[in-house]
């Protein structure tokens, strides 16, 4: 089982719909809790990020974790075409002396038509 | 100007050749990666450098050697190319390394393909 759990999609949803994701995951550890956006042929790109539980707002994004759960959801309205993409959760631990050490889930396609 | 950028973009060869991937940042950072996207969209981190030091290091095979030659660089060469190293490769870099959520900027990835 993985650490980090993403339904693969592809998710469709018509223009101006709100999209739901969400990621589950094992590691009780997690505080860092990021959602990245992956255009086809394209690096992933960071849209939104979280510490410990809550929610967080920007602009037609939201971001909501449930630490007790272990789930955490990214919701998007008024979606539109260009909202097409792989939305990756991403996840870390405390921090360490060392780097970076992300934790992805497998992505989500989104599809937005017209 | 692009943020990371690496080369190439695309590369096909053969198995049992050695190949390298080069990447660049100009934001000034100081922590590079080497991330590996497998055909199922799962990204894992290989290699982390922090001021030319290496910090993260998974478990790759030693085909793989990260080299910095300096806090701008970090390339990949890969010796003795395998069938399952056909992935697609992001390099990125953070102001810093450490936790807090630390936005990691990634380059547009290099494709692989052993055949």
């Known amino acids: 089982q993985k650490e980090v759990e993403q339904d693969p999609g592809p998710l469709s949803v018509p223009e101006g719909a709100i999209v739901s994701l969400n990621c589950t995951y094992s590691?009780?550890?997690?505080?860092?809790f990021m959602w990245y956006r992956q255009y086809s042929r394209k690096g992933p790109e960071l849209l939104m990020y979280t510490y410990s539980s809550g929610n967080k707002e920007d602009g037609r994004f939201t971001a909501q974790v449930d630490k007790s759960s272990k789930y955490i959801s990214l919701f998007i309205r008024d979606s539109q075409p260009s909202d097409s993409a792989t939305y990756l959760c991403?996840?870390?631990?405390?921090?360490?002396?060392?780097?970076?050490?992300?934790?992805f889930g497998g992505g989500t396609r989104v599809l937005v038509k017209p | 100007d692009t943020a990371v950028s690496q080369t190439p973009k695309y590369l096909v060869t053969q198995m049992g050749n050695d190949k390298s991937i080069k990447c660049e940042q100009n934001?000034?950072?100081?922590?590079m990666y080497w991330y590996k996207q497998d055909s199922k969209k799962f990204l894992k981190i290989m290699f982390s450098y922090s001021n030319k030091e290496l910090i993260i290091n998974e478990t790759v095979p030693n085909r793989f050697s990260p080299k910095s030659p300096d806090k701008a660089h970090l390339n990949l060469h890969i010796n003795s190319l395998e069938l399952g190293d056909s992935a697609v490769y992001f390099c990125a870099s953070s102001q810093v390394a450490g936790g807090r959520g630390n936005t990691i900027y990634f380059g547009e990835g290099s494709w692989l393909t052993v055949v």
């Open positions: 590691n009780s550890a997690f505080q860092y």
């Open positions: 934001l000034g950072h100081d922590t």
């Open positions: 991403a996840m870390e631990g405390a921090i360490k002396a060392a780097g970076n050490k992300l934790t």
